[in-house]
């Protein structure tokens, strides 16, 4: 298949442009290169199978030929508002490509009567009051709050895909992405495991806002990327959640970062520092997942980290 | 002023611009006439200090000159499936107006450094689980429910309108419209009391879906425009919500139609034809409006209902 990516330079974009390439489909990438990087797709310039246009998707876009499927990716997706690319410093930018971005690259699929993937977000529950959250949870979300940049954006993602599959007829999927982390994250993302791991590489305490007693759960880019593409390849069109289940508290991934970064510096409390609305705990529940995609994480935190500090350590 | 009204030839638009008129404002309607008519500014037609664009707000707009002042109005508004005028009939233009069409609309604020004020509405509440609502609720609205193409629009329209406060210093105001009545409402709008005053009038049997102990509170359109107007004229920038406190069943609305419009034919319950996730109740909480508006409905039921009669009797 010929298959348009936006967002393709970006963390979890490029690596799926790897697993897609890999099984012998055809790639374009559009980006505008905000907060994606042309460093992630370097190793796949020149391949006759790949093609990278830099364009900011909340723009008119027109793409001539066949496409097959567009998998819409690009947005801001940091929540932390000390990053340069976190959507609190992109805030009309993450609004735009959340609508105006989904709508443009719906009318590609529209026009190419080809299927149509939305990388959507875990960020649509909100600070969730159930969990761990199950697809059927309408979420807990502020309209007028710091975070509905994002998550009111991704909700109307949500909403006109599914209005293209209702009225337009269009094959439409929409994945639910909760924490994910592996190679290629922004060094300066802002979100905890980079910073952890810039901190623990430096020899540096790690920081932990709040009493790190919040808990996360993190899901490894390759196994994020596996579901994606299970999901794409399925006939699912109400949204599914793809994510790690495991759950453990930031004081727990830091004392394991540390250990396996043996660092000496230990971590530091700032008690009164949470971030703005920094929900308490969020956790997906992936049994669609499991029974509509037999799909469910296969590599543990420890592995995953593993490899994340050699590309982490490499890149420094 | 000089003020834009997106909407303008709508219900709710053409009757803010006969006030707007009034206090001696200039008026300029931007109107796409999908759902709005000509035959509600006809009169108005002619004057010096009213004029009428046909245009579609969620296409990009340039308006020469002096604007002071931008009040964003344009939406399908009616949630019945039934109504070629309903946002069912209307999904994609109905997700469009509310994320493209805001964003022009603050386009057009920020380049003429003008005020903007955001019609929004009581449906960013969702299925409600908290009665009556206070600005504070963060609402529970299903995502890509058959609903949310309004739902998760005019959700939108509030983030972005806030966005554009907080990181363009746009001066701008967010109204919560909840139900409004009154004349000039499309006759085949769909919803409750024009169906009502239609079939009343016509000495049909007023339908009932569901078993009617579902609850409403209606505000009459003077009452709603005063708010409006005296939230355009004021500094708060948070949501706030309009919309009568008085709650009633539809049973109780329909004996009351039936009684001012000496209808003999009675009642019919459709028990079984809810509309999809239609809410069991909605109902304003008014405190803010109150004190920071000094703002209260003043026209009663029967007061507005009668004037609306008059009205749809004229035009049937």
Same mark, same amino acid.
């Given at each position: 298949m010929k298959i348009l990516v936006t967002g393709g330079a970006g963390f979890i974009g490029s690596h799926l442009c790897d697993r897609l390439l890999q099984e012998n489909h055809e790639v374009i990438v559009v980006d505008n290169l905000i907060t994606g990087s042309l460093d992630n797709i370097a190793h796949l310039?020149?391949? #006759?199978d790949f093609h990278f246009i830099k364009h900011d998707v909340s723009n008119f876009i027109y793409i001539p030929g066949k496409v097959d499927y567009v998998m819409h990716l690009a947005s801001p997706a940091s929540?932390?508002?000390? =990053?340069?690319?976190g959507y609190p410093q992109l805030p009309i930018q993450t609004l735009k490509v959340g609508a105006l971005g989904t709508h443009n690259a719906l009318g590609v699929a529209r026009a190419h009567n080809s299927q149509f993937l939305l990388a959507s977000? =875990? #960020?649509?529950?909100?600070?969730? !009051?159930?969990?761990? !959250?199950?697809?059927s949870y309408w979420g807990h979300v502020d309209p007028v709050g710091p975070r509905s940049v994002y998550d009111e954006a991704k909700r109307f993602a949500e909403a006109i895909t599914m209005a293209y599959h209702r009225y337009h007829g269009i094959e439409t999927h929409i994945a639910r992405i909760f924490n994910t982390y592996g190679p290629r994250m922004r060094l300066d993302d802002g979100r905890v495991i980079p910073n952890f791991l810039c901190q623990a590489l430096r020899e540096e305490p790690l920081t932990i806002y709040g009493d790190g007693n919040q808990t996360r759960s993190f899901c490894y880019v390759d196994d994020l990327v596996d579901g994606l593409y299970r999901l794409m390849l399925s006939q699912e069109h109400e949204p599914v959640n793809l994510g790690n289940p495991h759950e453990m508290s930031i004081q727990e991934l830091a004392l394991t970062v540390n250990r396996l970064t043996k660092n000496p510096a230990g971590v530091q409390l700032l008690?009164? !520092?949470? +971030?703005? +609305?920094?929900?308490q705990q969020r956790q997906p529940d992936i049994h669609r997942a499991k029974e509509i995609l037999d799909w469910e994480p296969q590599i543990d935190l420890e592995e995953g980290l593993l490899k994340t500090i050699d590309d982490f350590r490499r890149r420094l």
């Open positions: 310039a020149g391949r #006759e929540p932390n508002p000390n =990053s340069p690319f977000t =875990s #960020e649509v529950y909100g600070d969730p !009051q159930q969990h761990p !959250q199950k697809e008690a009164d !520092q949470r +971030a703005p +609305a920094d929900p």
